[in-house]
C-alpha cells in the first residue's frame, strides 16, 4: 500500500519537472512568472478553468483571505492572487509539496500574498473564522475523515463565508475491489457520491448547498491527463525510476477506466456557512 508522503514525493508533476519544462520552452528561471508556472503547476482536472469555476461560484474577490487546502505545488494559490488579487493560505500535509510550492511562489515573487504551511485537512490548525473562503480541488479522495476536513473547513470560515471545492465522486458502480485498489495504489481510501457529500456539507452546518456531476467533461480531461503523464517518461524515469513510471502508468489506466466505465466520476461543490 502506497502512503500519501511516497506518492507525492515520487508524483511526475513536481518543482523540477516544472521548472525543466519552462526551460524547455525557453524561459529561464530568472524570467519565470506566475502565468508562466500556471502552465505545468495545476495538479487538478481541468486546469484554470476548473478553478476559475470555483472562484465564480464563491466569487473571490481582491483582498479577500482565501484557504486552499491540500495546496499541493501552490498552483491555486498562486492563480488566486495574481488573478484574483487573494490574499492566500496554502496548507498540505505533504512537507515536500509545501518547500516546493513555497519557493516556486518566493520564484515569482508572489509571497507578500501567499503562503503555506504543512497542516492535515482533517485538522485544520487555524482560529475559528479566520478566512472568506475555502478551496479545495482533487485532494478529499485521500481524506478518510471527511467529516473532520468539512467540519474544520466550516469552524474557520466566517460568517457568510463560502466553501468550493471539486473531487471523485463514487456511483454505485465503484465495486469493493476497485475500491481496495485506489487505497492501496492511489492512497486514496474512501470515495463517496455526490448526494453523500452534499449531506456531509449539510450536516456540517453549510447552506445553500451546490452539487454538480461533472463526471461526462472528466472523461475526456482524464484520457488527456494519462496522455500528459506518459509523455513524462523520461523525466520520471530519471527521477524515480523505470518501476515507479510504469507502475504509476498501470494505476492511471485502472484510474482512467473506472472514469470511463461511469464507476468514478468527478464533482463540484459549493457550500456557505450562514
Ligand atoms: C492532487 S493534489 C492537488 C493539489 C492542488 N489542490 C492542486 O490543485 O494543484 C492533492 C494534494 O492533497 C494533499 N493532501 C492529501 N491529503 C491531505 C491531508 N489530509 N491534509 C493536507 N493535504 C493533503 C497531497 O499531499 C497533495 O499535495
Redesign the pocket.
Known sequence: MID?KTF?DEHPINETEILDKLAADGIPESAVGPEHLSRYD???YGGLAATDALVDILGIEADMRVLDI????G??SRYLAYRYGASVVG????ES?VAGARRLTGLVDLDHMVTFQV????DLDFPEASFDRAI????FL??ADKEAAIGGCHRVLKSGGGFGFTDWIATDRLDERARSIFAETFAAPRSIGLAEYGALLEAAGFVHVQARDLSAEWKGILTERLEMFRSLEKETVSRFGQDRFDTYIRNYEFFVQQIDAGALGGGRFGAWKP
Open positions: 500519501l507525492y495545476q495538479d487538478h491540500c495546496s499541493g505545488m498552483g491555486t496548507i498540505d500535509l505533504n509539496r497542516g492535515d485537512a482533517a479545495c480541488q482533487e485532494a485521500h481524506v
